[in-house]
């Protein structure tokens, strides 16, 4: 069974930073591409950052910059370093594996809130 959990939300100031972990099990991790979403309530999930198997990353215009994600194998675990936040950040951030299947599900996600 596939599962991610998501870590390390909070809440910061504008021009913080958060760095976010996921934790994956149930499929072989190194075999997929990860990707960070993000939703915010009454909107559509949003893809946020991916690195897709080659090892290529892509991030979405409105983090470009700002916004890192990486990868540990050898730890099953993806990360998201988020550094000058700011309050359109306001999400809850999840994970997922690239591409995802049908049957996966998504993590309880972490709150990030960006406020002064």
């Known amino acids: 069974q596939v599962q991610f959990v998501e870590s390390g939300g909070g809440l910061v100031q504008p021009g913080g930073s958060l760095r976010l972990s996921c934790a994956a099990s149930g499929y072989v991790f190194s075999n997929y591409g990860v990707a960070w979403y993000r939703q915010v309530p009454g909107k559509q999930r949003e893809l946020v950052a991916t690195?897709?198997?080659?090892?290529?990353?892509n991030y979405a215009d409105s983090v470009n910059g700002r916004f890192s994600i990486s990868r540990d194998n050898a730890k099953n675990t993806m990360y998201l370093q988020m550094n000058n936040l700011k309050p359109e950040d306001t999400a809850v951030y999840f994970c997922?594996?690239?591409?995802?299947?049908?049957?996966?599900?998504w993590g309880q996600g972490t709150q990030v809130t960006v406020s002064s």
């Open positions: 997922s594996r690239m591409p995802r299947r049908a049957a996966d599900s």
């Open positions: 690195i897709i198997s080659g090892g290529g990353t």
